[in-house]
């Protein structure tokens, strides 16, 4: 069975840092772009990051750009989510999904985590 799963969320004060984890059993990442997307309560949910298949290319959300970080480590068969000087509205669950190549699209991504809560507060 696909699965992705994510860890690594948890409360953490304004200004503070989560790394996210996304881990795949059943099948493994190296042949997906995986994409990193968040929903606030009451919000749609959004692209925050996408990594190409081999890590040579990442696209960000522009609002997270420098202080967030994508990655992969094929071998472990894990993308991460490092993220930076994290702010009260970025409280979200976020979640990872994968495909064959990186897309703005959620509806364009075959498989997905079931997501982990980021909550920001001091």
């Known amino acids: 069975q696909l699965q992705l799963v994510e860890s690594g969320g948890g409360l953490v004060q304004p200004g503070g840092s989560l790394r996210l984890s996304c881990a795949a059993s059943g099948f493994t990442l190296d042949s997906y772009a995986i994409g990193w997307f968040r929903q606030a309560p009451g919000k749609e949910r959004e692209g925050v990051s996408c990594i190409n298949s081999s890590g040579s290319s990442q696209n960000y959300l522009d609002s997270v750009k420098g202080r967030f970080t994508i990655s992969r480590d094929n071998a472990k068969n894990t993308v991460y989510l490092q993220m930076n000087s994290l702010k009260f509205e970025e409280t979200a669950a976020y979640y990872c999904?994968?495909?064959?190549?990186?897309?703005?699209?959620?509806?364009?991504?075959?498989?997905w985590g079931q997501g982990t809560q980021v909550t920001v507060s001091s």
């Open positions: 999904a994968a495909r064959s190549r990186c897309s703005w699209i959620i509806g364009a991504f075959q498989y």
